[in-house]
């Protein structure tokens, strides 16, 4: 039990302090599960690095496989909730304030200000994807493809991915 | 919360707050936990999926709020699972948003603990690496059919144009943050919505 406690801990101060989200979470990590608490060697580190970039969740999903190693199952359960209570409980208070402060003239102007901003940052997204896995002929028509089914017709993006998965996964695409 | 009323009343009342139907939370949790379960490419690429499922599918937010919860999002912690988190509190308060973060997480914790169970076991990475090359490509469709939509609907004056293109080259050429470039973006809004006033 003592270590479940001491696992719940550390992975909530973690979540208190990673502002911005994603990759500023490597170093951090790093430092306190390999050199502080030498809970992973670094290559399990990062080979659990690879892991959670398989999945569709965040990065920080790396707490699931760090919290298995220290603790099994319960371990890991106990790490995954800790470390996205603290995300979490911002957005929930941000929602519930959000009618409120669109009320309010000034932050209305500023919020409605900076959705150019926000769409450049999803552009971005698929720029900077796009520039480290792109490479080869058939990349690029995959990107044709997909973006031809997801703008012009109804299919579930699910379905898509998941159709360009088995594609991959059939093809052997390496 | 139980009060009195006459069944006449209370349908009064919910067209006077002119309240949509409440979404089940069941829904809730099916939506997320399949974005969880399929949305393979993280980050901006769940943002694409819940924007196309939320906002154009099943018009639970509008657009715009929608983009101000990414905004919000880019604050603390992941800002896909944010994203998800502020459509459940949308719909259904802090159930929904709970509700929305548990059923996007789940899936990607069942992954994470399987594979780890194999991975500590056999200390070898199963073999899924050609299925996520093949939807690599499809992934960054998505992002980009989700950005140009966004483009289409909110950037309209030229200084709207000049911000997206400034956000856009800061993120990708110069390595700034998306928090930075916010705080940036909400600095040169602020400025314009008070010379708007002055000189109005």
Redesign the interface.
């Known amino acids: 039990m003592g270590g479940l406690v001491k696992i719940a801990w550390i992975f909530l101060k973690i979540g208190l302090i990673f502002f911005g989200g994603g990759y500023v979470l490597i170093p951090l990590l790093h430092r306190i599960m390999v050199d502080e608490r030498h809970w992973l060697t670094l290559t399990e580190f990062l080979d659990g690095v690879a892991l959670s970039q398989l999945t569709p969740g965040p990065l920080a999903i790396l707490a699931t496989f760090t919290g298995f190693r220290v603790g099994g199952l319960p371990g890991a359960l106990v790490g995954t909730v800790c470390i996205f209570i603290p995300c979490t409980a911002l957005m929930l208070f941000f929602a519930s304030r959000y009618e409120r402060l669109r009320a309010m003239e000034v932050v209305n102007a500023v919020l409605d200000g900076i959705l150019p901003a926000v769409v450049g940052l999803v552009a971005s997204a698929a720029w900077n994807l796009g520039r480290t896995s792109l490479s080869t002929l058939r990349d690029f028509l995959l990107l044709a493809a997909g973006y031809a089914v997801l703008q012009f017709t109804s299919v579930s993006p699910m379905v898509v991915i998941l159709g360009a998965g088995l594609v991959g996964y059939l093809m052997h695409f390496s | 919360m139980s009060l009195p009323l006459p069944g006449g009343a209370v349908a009064v009342i919910s067209l006077a707050m002119d309240r949509k139907p409440q979404v089940p939370l069941r829904e809730i949790f099916r939506v997320f936990f399949?974005?969880?379960?399929?949305?393979?490419?993280?980050?901006?690429?769940?943002?694409?999926?819940v924007e196309?499922?939320c906002v154009r599918e099943k018009k639970w937010v509008t657009l715009?709020?929608f983009?101000?919860?990414?905004?919000?999002?880019?604050?603390?912690?992941?800002?896909?699972?944010?994203a998800c988190?502020?459509v459940g509190?949308?719909l259904r308060?802090?159930a929904g948003?709970?509700v929305a973060?548990v059923g996007?997480?789940a899936?990607?914790?069942v992954?994470?603990?399987l594979?780890?169970?194999l991975?500590?076991r056999f200390h070898e990475?199963p073999q899924?690496?050609?299925?996520?090359?093949?939807?690599?490509?499809?992934?960054?469709?998505?992002?980009?059919?989700?950005?140009?939509g966004?483009?289409r609907a909110?950037?309209r004056s030229p200084?709207?144009?000049v911000?997206?293109?400034?956000?856009?080259?800061?993120?990708?050429f110069f390595d700034v943050?998306?928090?930075t470039?916010?705080a940036?973006?909400?600095c040169?809004?602020?400025g314009?919505?008070w010379y708007?006033r002055e000189h109005a």
């Open positions: 399949m974005i969880g379960a399929t949305g393979f490419g993280g980050g901006m690429a769940i943002v694409s999926l196309r499922t715009d709020e983009m101000h919860g990414i905004a919000f999002g880019q604050i603390l912690g992941p800002f896909s699972l944010n988190t502020f509190y949308a308060g802090i948003g709970i973060a996007f997480i899936p990607s914790f992954l994470i603990s594979l780890s169970w991975y500590f990475l899924l690496q050609s299925a996520l090359k093949g939807t690599n490509p499809v992934v960054i469709a998505l992002i980009v059919v989700a950005a140009s966004m483009a909110k950037v200084a709207g144009v911000m997206a293109a400034a956000a856009f080259a800061a993120a990708s943050g998306a928090l470039i916010l940036a973006a909400a040169c809004s602020l314009r919505a708007g």
